[in-house]
Structures are given as structure tokens and as C-alpha cells.
């Protein structure tokens, strides 16, 4: 909830190809991120009664953030929730020519919750992800999460006419929607009249990036998480264990009884001035495998330590059964499911301090993030004479 827009960087062999860029994000009309923290913790209240928070097919419960909308490229509607009426708001128009290729670049922008986002009558070759190819897979409709990016290939071969690009986040039992419009040029400047592929029996669907492992069996629909897609043949291959190298450690991304947000039970304070000009001031951290876990939430509030490891002792030092080193996929922002967890290998070759949060940004307000503080005796000494950042509190 903020000032947002799209940076694109290419690769300098870049291959120019026809593309769209939609940003999508969730919108209250009323708060911004700091009040809606503060409601969060303090109480919202929907008039006089206070805020249902709603949830999640698998059963998972959202934090009390009121959507009023959602907003592809900074438009959309708002939907009576009683009703069902809209208030007429213009929508963004994607022009396309039948016959050719677009590659659409899907960023989320949002603050809180997670799209599923399909294109009537056509189907999704998902290609990349924060900016990285990934093996092409074809999906009905794919998920993205606040901070991640997909890129997906569009066949522009459907009759001349005008279709919708539908997006719905993952509440159940609200009219939570948002619309842009795919537009074959020739087209008559309407609203579209198409609907959705019907998921069945003899033509199920397939959702790329599903938080949960599936469905229920009447939706017809299969899953597929980010852990069942592969990386391109050409992205560079996970760093492989080398002992006296290799390092593990244990992050728990919860919350300490609700509030406030927490990494391994320890809130972050942002600091007054740089780090970077003030050594005495750093945390000396270098990560080589992260796991990021939220189980945390079944064991007492006493419990959520950094001193959290697997069950199984045999399995430290990257002998988890069932990691996958044939072309993982490589990414910056992943979704962390309630009660699951994610393994996360890097190199720790780019010196400096970098900020690690959750994407929610409520929980980011409150502290849900930590500093990789990566070689800091090799990071350059400031140039003589450079300004000293102070405190301004």
C-alpha cells in the first residue's frame, strides 16, 4: 500500500519479444500499511462489530486485513460484498494481435494477500520467476504471493474478441476479485462476455504454485507447488556441500502469541544509522543453507528459540531426504505455507548486508526480518572524508 511500479532488467542478450507488464495488488481505501498494523494488533472492527478475519481453503487464517479491492496496474472495482454490484471503475486493457506471442510479466505488489490469476479461454506457459527461466510448464492459472514475480507466455489464437484476465485471491466465501481485460485488436470496445474454464472430471485443472498440496475433490483442480518445478538446463546448479564450508541454520518466521511477528522469537529494531559506517553497530551472520520454518505455532511460546533443528540428526548438513539438486528452481521471494518449510541454498559471495523479511507487510512493520551480515572484514572501509550518518532519533 504504497507507491509501486515495475523495474525491468534484461539480460544483455535480450531476445525482444512483444510483452505486457501487470502489477497486481491488494487495497484498502480507508488505511495505509501503518494503521493497518496498528488494527491489526489493536482490534478492526467492520462498524460497530469487530473484523471476522477470513481464510484460506486448507483452512489457514489471514491476518485482519479488510480488502476492498484488488488493483491490476492501479485499476479495479470494488464489489459490494452484499450485493455483488461494482462501481463501474475503468479496468486495464491488455491489446493484443491474434496470430502472435506476448510474454506478460505478473509482479505482486501487494501487501497481504495471494492472486490466482488465469486468461479466459487460453491457457498460461509459465517461463520464469523473479527473474529466473524455469522449465515451461502450461497451467490453467498460476498463484503469486506480495514480492514474487512470474513471467508467463501467451499464444494470442483465440477468435478476435474480447476476454477476461481474472484474478481472485485465496479468501473463501468472499467476492474478492479483480479484472483486466485482454483485447484482440479489431475487437469492439466492450466489456468481455467470456467465463473461466469449467474445471471437470475429463478436464481438470492444473494452479502452478499452490501454497497447499491440493483441492477438494470437487473443484477438480490439481496443484502444483514451487517444489515440483524445475529450473531452466541453463541456470547455475545449487552449491553442493563441502565440509568446513558449509553452514546450517534454523529460522522460525512466526509470531510470539499472535504479537508480534518474530524470526526465531527475536523481534528486529531497525537501526538508527547505517551499518555500513558504524561497524560496531553489525550482526556477523554468513548463510550457506537457510530453513525457514512456521511450525513454531504448535509448540509453547517458551520454545521458539534458535535452537530448533530436525528430528532426525542424520538429516543435518544438507542430508534431508528428498532434496532435489536436479535444476531446483532459483528465486528471491517464496512462500513459506502454515506449518511447512522450505530449504533454501546459497552462496555467500556478494558482501555487504542484506535485509531478509516476511512479505507480509504487517508482519515486516513489526519485525518479522533479520540482516545477513556477509564478510564483514572484506567489505571496502568508506573513502576518506565521507559524511558519518547519525542518529536522527
Not at 483486466?180 to 462476455?193: D, H, K, Q
Not at 507487510?361 to 576518506?384: A, D, Q, Y
Request: with cysteine.
Amino acid at each position: 500500500m504504497g507507491i509501486f511500479g515495475a523495474l525491468i532488467i534484461r539480460d544483455r542478450n535480450y531476445r525482444k519479444e512483444e510483452e505486457h507488464i501487470i502489477t497486481i495488488t491488494d487495497y484498502n481505501h480507508d488505511v495505509d500499511s501503518l494503521q493497518s498494523y496498528m488494527k491489526d494488533v489493536h482490534g478492526l472492527y467492520d462498524g460497530r462489530a469487530p473484523f471476522t478475519p477470513s481464510k484460506s481453503i486448507d483452512g489457514t487464517e489471514f491476518d485482519k486485513f479488510q480488502f476492498h479491492s484488488g488493483l491490476i496496474n492501479g485499476r479495479g472495482r470494488f464489489y459490494d460484498p452484499e450485493t455483488g454490484d461494482h462501481n463501474d471503475s475503468p479496468l486495464e486493457v491488455f491489446n493484443v494481435y491474434r496470430g502472435r506471442f506476448y510474454r506478460f510479466r505478473v509482479i505482486g505488489a501487494g501487501s497481504m494477500l495471494a492472486f490466482r490469476i488465469s486468461v479466459d479461454h487460453h491457457s498460461i506457459l509459465l517461463v520464469a520467476s523473479d527473474g529466473h527461466d524455469l522449465e515451461p510448464v502450461k497451467v490453467e492459472s498460476f498463484i503469486i504471493n506480495p514480492g514474487e514475480s512470474f513471467d508467463f507466455i501467451l499464444v494470442a489464437n483465440q477468435a478476435v474478441s474480447n476476454y477476461w484476465i481474472r484474478s481472485h485471491n485465496l479468501e473463501i466465501d468472499r467476492n474478492h476479485r479483480t479484472e483486466a481485460i485482454l483485447r484482440y485488436c479489431g475487437a469492439p470496445i466492450v466489456e468481455p462476455t467470456t467465463s473461466r474454464m469449467t474445471c471437470s472430471a475429463s478436464s481438470r485443472c492444473l494452479v502452478a504454485n499452490c501454497p497447499y498440496l491440493l483441492y477438494p475433490p470437487s473443484h477438480y483442480t490439481d496443484c502444483l507447488t514451487f517444489n515440483d518445478m524445475r529450473g531452466a538446463p541453463w541456470n547455475e546448479p545449487p552449491p553442493t556441500f563441502e565440509e568446513f564450508r558449509f553452514e546450517e541454520y534454523f529460522l522460525n518466521f512466526c509470531m510470539i502469541d499472535k504479537h508480534p511477528s518474530s524470526v526465531n522469537g527475536i523481534v528486529f529494531n531497525s537501526p538508527t544509522v547505517s551499518l555500513l559506517l558504524n561497524p560496531r553497530k553489525k550482526f556477523s551472520l554468513v548463510i550457506t543453507q537457510l530453513v525457514e520454518r512456521t511450525e513454531c505455532a504448535r509448540a509453547p511460546t517458551e520454545l521458539i528459540l534458535p535452537m530448533a533443528t530436525w528430528s532426525d540428526l542424520s538429516w543435518l548438513q544438507g542430508n534431508l531426504p528428498g532434496l532435489k539438486f536436479e535444476r531446483p528452481p532459483l528465486k528471491d521471494t517464496l512462500i513459506v505455507p502454515s506449518g511447512g518449510y522450505a530449504v533454501v541454498r546459497f552462496r555467500a559471495d556478494n558482501l555487504g548486508l542484506w535485509l531478509m523479511h516476511c512479505h507480509m507487510e504487517v508482519h515486516h512493520i513489526e519485525g518479522m526480518r533479520l540482516l545477513l551480515n556477509e564478510s564483514l572484514p572484506l567489505v571496502p572501509s568508506p573513502p576518506k572524508g565521507f559524511p558519518e550518518c547519525r542518529s536522527f532519533l
